[in-house]
C-alpha cells in the first residue's frame, strides 16, 4: 500500500525565514505533485514533478524530487504572510497517466509578521 | 480552455435523507474523473474515479456511488446519509502529463 508522509504537519514562520516541508513515499514512483490550500477552498496546484532530480521554482517556492529516496522537498524562502495556508504532496498511487493520486496529510502553514 | 464545475457549493441534510452532488467539466473530451473526501482538518481520500462513461471504481467501501451518465459529468450520491458522510467533496478531472484540476467543491453538513 503506498503511504506518503508530510512533515511537518504544522508549521509557524515569520515573515523572512526559509524553511523545508519533505514529502516522504513508500514506493516508486516518478510523479509527484504538491498543492495547495486556502482555508475553506479548493486545491490549486503548484509544481508537477515528473522525474528524478526535477526542480521547480516559483517565487519563493522551490520542489524538488529524489525518486530514489523517495523524498521530496518544498523549499519556502524568505517567507512572507500571502504563503499562509496548507500544503498537500501527491504521489501517483498506479504510476501511471491513469493512476489515482495518494495525498500527504497536509503542512498547514503560518507566516507571522 | 478547460473548466470543472461542481455543485452546490454548501449543503446541510438531514441523516437518513439522500444525496446528489453534480460535477461536469468543459472543454475536454474523455476526462479521467475523480470524486475527492476531506474530512475537517484532515488530507484527501479518493473516493471513486472514472476513466469512461459508465466506468467506476470505487475506492472505499462506504455508503456512497458515483455514476458517469455521460462524457463530461460525474455524479456522487447516497441513498441515506450517516454523520460520517459530512466533509468537503472535490471533483477533479486529470489531463496528460499535468496536475489533477479541482472543482471548487461542496462542503456537506449531515445534521
Known amino acids: 500500500e503506498l503511504k506518503v508522509e508530510q512533515n511537518p504537519l504544522f508549521l509557524s514562520m515569520q515573515e523572512g525565514k526559509n524553511y523545508t516541508i519533505y514529502c516522504n513515499y513508500s514506493?516508486?514512483?516518478?510523479?509527484l505533485y504538491w498543492y495547495r490550500q486556502d482555508p475553506g477552498k479548493s486545491l490549486e496546484s503548484l509544481f508537477v514533478l515528473l522525474s528524478n532530480g526535477a526542480v521547480k521554482q516559483e517565487g519563493r517556492l522551490m520542489a524538488s524530487l529524489d525518486t530514489k529516496a523517495r523524498l521530496s522537498t518544498l523549499h519556502i524562502t524568505a517567507a512572507v504572510h500571502d504563503l499562509s495556508a496548507t500544503y498537500f504532496c501527491a504521489v501517483d498511487g498506479y504510476g501511471g497517466s491513469q493512476g489515482n493520486l495518494i495525498f500527504g496529510k497536509g503542512t498547514k502553514l503560518s507566516v507571522k509578521p | 480552455s478547460q473548466t470543472i464545475h461542481q455543485w452546490p457549493a454548501t449543503l446541510v441534510q438531514p441523516v437518513g435523507s439522500p444525496l446528489s452532488l453534480e460535477c461536469t467539466v468543459e472543454?475536454?473530451?474523455?476526462?479521467?474523473l475523480y470524486w475527492y473526501r476531506q474530512a475537517a482538518g484532515r488530507g484527501l481520500q479518493l473516493l471513486f474515479y472514472s476513466v469512461g462513461i459508465g466506468q467506476i471504481s470505487s475506492e472505499v467501501p462506504q455508503n456512497l456511488s458515483a455514476s458517469r451518465p455521460q462524457d463530461r459529468q460525474f455524479i456522487l450520491s447516497s441513498k441515506k446519509l450517516l454523520l460520517s458522510d459530512s466533509g468537503f467533496y472535490l471533483c477533479a478531472w486529470e489531463g496528460r502529463n499535468s496536475p489533477l484540476h479541482f472543482g471548487n467543491g461542496t462542503r456537506l453538513t449531515v445534521t
Open positions: 472543454g475536454t473530451s474523455n476526462p479521467n
Open positions: 514506493t516508486t514512483s516518478d510523479r
